[in-house]
């Protein structure tokens, strides 16, 4: 016998859970917490089950729910730090962003019939560019000026920069046992070494942080020792002797 | 200019342009002011809105154009409609909603309505030319304003953005 | 079917189909025989005639179709080349000095750029004539390389592309 489940797909977690409201008949103010995150775990584990990724939009949901479903269950409220507020939201914080996602989702509604209507009216059907011919343009650059045109490239240029710096931290994914190896190497065929000569001309971040711990990790093993001679001063790499 | 004739050649240039034609281009056109044109635009209105009409005048996207009555669609659908458009997702609609109200806006808004990445649904609205850059909001990393087209106005038989139907209510239920 | 909605309904096919429509497709949509469908058609050519409308129903190619009045032509040409001076989005501005300043550049290479999807910049930029094909880059898909235009350089005045001031200096983000 064959076995087939259905699952709704939901785009979003604001989107599932109005699904389970709707469903429920329940008006979004009055929404039953423990109910509802009860029916909200239930659908993520049956996505698990089904192999389905869950997102991590989802599981943000499915903490906000359980952090409202605590806090009621207990007498004092927790004083939270920022960096928790920012994600997990309160309970009337919730009701609120739920009420305005129902307001666009109606709004989408909206669109949709009014492009339904229009469906229906045909315009007259045009070639392309019309029999005409292309229309012709007395001044297609309206006031635009030269130094417009060099400051929105400089701007332009800026932005990209600024995504492509993160693009490239994304990207840098070392592998620490390869670091570890690289590093083993260069300290063999060098006695005695400063932490810098492991680093290349320009090192990011990340590589100075994997270079060091791959160092910690090779004193752990034994396999050298590190010295500093004054607090942020260089740090010597001896390789130990047995 | 006779009425007559203007009226005649309102239609002429109705008919045979591709876009909705503004009431100033209209005007211009047969040699009018704007106010009178507008007056014999609506006589023409009203004569093509007579059920012996198969097509009427329409004001969408800030002009004028000639569509078919809504009540013709069953008979044309066995001919190619001209330009279709199919539908778009319920995540394309709700972005689309949010823009046409909010903007401009930039995607972080988007996604802060919505609860959700919208990039593939942005992308697809772009695609379509139902939405565009607006600019840029002066803010830290610049991001990108979005605000609805001249085409968005088109598909969806808006004479202008005030024409949006007004926002449900947030209200209980 | 009563005349009258047969000849709102054949109006409204003629209209929205882009070549002349056979009598016998006519004769269908609105079920009748075609000598009759004949006798409608031949009244609402009638009606069009009349001096007030701008458009005719005429027999083209083994069709019905509509089309503008041959004294109606000195309005429309008037008209449908119309001296647009409108000015550019911010979409085709960021395209434009894209182009300017790194040409010839692909469309992916504008679209890394920019970060987001550029055909609609770049297809009004071409239709303004301000930037062109300039060959292809020799890279697998053989990519479209863009460049500007002489009209760019009449546009903003420029005597060559070494015109072009230096990109000022602003930091990111």
């Known amino acids: ?242 | 200019m006779l009425p007559k004739k203007a009226k005649a050649i309102l239609e002429a240039i109705i008919f045979a342009t591709a876009k909705p034609v503004p009431l100033k281009n209209l005007a211009a056109a047969i040699g009018w002011d704007e106010t009178k044109t507008e007056l014999l635009l609506a006589e023409l209105g009203r004569e093509y809105k007579d059920e012996r009409h198969g097509f009427d005048l329409n004001f969408v996207a800030g002009g004028y154009e000639f569509t078919t009555k809504p009540a013709m669609a069953p008979y044309l659908e066995a001919f190619q409609r001209p330009e279709v458009s199919s539908g778009l997702s319920q995540a394309a609609l709700e972005t689309l909603a949010i823009v046409a109200y909010r903007q401009p806006v930039t995607r972080v808004e988007i996604e802060d309505i919505r609860g959700v990445k919208s990039d593939s649904a942005i992308n697809t609205l772009l695609e379509r030319e139902l939405i565009e850059e607006k600019g840029r909001q002066d803010a830290p990393g610049r991001p990108i304003l979005f605000g609805t087209t001249q085409r968005f106005l088109e598909c969806f038989g808006l004479a202008d953005l005030g024409d949006l139907p007004p926002l449900p209510q947030i209200s209980a239920g």
């Open chain 1, 1 to 242: 016998m064959s076995y087939h489940v259905h699952l709704d797909v939901f785009e979003g977690p604001l989107e599932l859970l109005l699904h389970f409201l709707e469903e429920e008949k329940l008006d979004i103010r009055d929404i039953e917490v423990s109910r509802i995150t009860q029916q909200y775990l239930d659908y993520l584990a049956t996505m698990r089950e089904h192999d389905l990724e869950v997102a991590g939009d989802f599981l943000v949901m499915a903490a906000t729910l359980l952090q409202i479903k605590a806090s009621a269950l207990l007498p004092e409220p927790r004083v939270e730090s920022e960096a928790e507020q920012e994600q997990i939201y309160s309970r009337d914080e919730l009701i609120r962003r739920l009420l305005v996602y129902r307001q666009f989702r109606e709004a989408g509604g909206y669109l949709d019939n009014l492009a339904k209507v229009r469906l229906a009216a045909w315009p007259r059907p045009f070639p392309t560019l019309g029999a005409k011919g292309p229309v012709q343009y007395t001044n297609p650059i309206g006031d635009t000026t030269v130094p417009d045109l060099a400051i929105t490239l400089a701007n332009v240029l800026a932005n990209w920069r600024t995504r492509e710096q993160v693009h490239q931290i994304k990207r840098q994914e070392i592998d620490l046992g390869v670091k570890i190896g690289e590093v083993a190497v260069l300290i063999k065929s060098h006695s005695r070494l400063l932490f810098d000569d492991l680093l290349g001309m320009q090192p990011t971040k990340t590589d100075i942080v994997y270079t060091f711990l791959a160092v910690l990790e090779l004193v752990r093993q034994g396999t050298i020792i590190l010295r500093q001679g004054e607090l942020y001063g260089p740090i010597a790499i001896i390789q130990w002797k047995e």
